[in-house]
């Protein structure tokens, strides 16, 4: 970027459509003594990985309070493992010249094992493993905040990134809202061609569904 050329932002030119938390990320996710080029597509990516931390914080904060005495643990040893060095592997480096970009690499890695263990679990899991996951949780939001990152609450933070998607989508809420019913007319006749197109149909407008027993439910792609 040059200002002679006319292709260079201020910093509150970009928090006007960035958070200050996406900017530190991108900011933080090179190491400083290499050259850092800003790129629309580089600050939404970033946007999309401090969405994804914050989406591992809110699956383990809604795990139940109390898991089994009786049940097995089920999170292997490796990944234990993983998640207990989690904080000696950040500071080590941390230490290293200062490499945020690698120091980050082991939240995102922390939440990437979180992310893969969450849906094994069973309705009540074994307390070790509960223990552990809402430890990690809370070390990675103790890492990222060393750089100003994770500091939102969590659910609060995926529901304002998900207006955001929304205003920009090219579908509202109302015709979301008419396509799902359609659907389940579908479902509910057994036309199951007509409820996988609206699924694809919605799906192409980067809204997805998931059914439960309690109903469908939808929400913005936000990876």
């Not at 809402?134 to 939102?152: C, H, P, Q």
């Not at 979301?176 to 199951?192: G, S, T, V, Y």
């Amino acid at each position: 970027m040059s200002k002679s050329l006319g292709n260079f932002l201020t910093i509150r030119e970009v928090l006007e459509r960035y958070s200050a938390e996406a900017l530190r990320l991108f900011v933080f996710s090179t190491h400083y003594r290499n050259p850092l080029d800003y790129s629309e597509s580089a600050m939404k990516d970033n946007a999309a990985a401090l969405t994804r931390l914050y989406a591992c914080l809110a699956e383990v904060a809604a795990l139940p309070e109390d898991g089994d005495p009786a049940a097995t643990p089920l999170i292997a040893a490796k990944d234990r493992r993983k998640l207990e060095e989690m904080v000696a592997r950040f500071e080590q480096a941390m230490d290293n010249d200062f490499n945020t970009a690698l120091g980050l690499a082991q939240l995102f890695e922390a939440a990437r094992i979180i992310n893969k263990i969450r849906p094994t679990l069973p309705a009540s899991p074994a307390p070790a493993d509960l223990a552990l996951l809402r430890r990690s949780a809370a070390s990675i939001r103790e890492l990222g905040g060393i750089m100003g990152l994770l500091g939102d609450d969590p659910a609060a933070h995926l529901q304002a990134r998900r207006e955001a998607l929304l205003a920009d989508l090219a579908i509202g809420r109302a015709e979301i809202e008419a396509l799902i019913e359609q659907r389940n007319q579908a479902r509910a006749a057994n036309d199951w061609l007509a409820a996988d197109r609206i699924r694809d149909q919605l799906l192409a407008q980067k809204v997805e569904l998931k059914d439960s027993a309690e109903g469908t439910t939808w929400d913005v792609k936000m990876m």
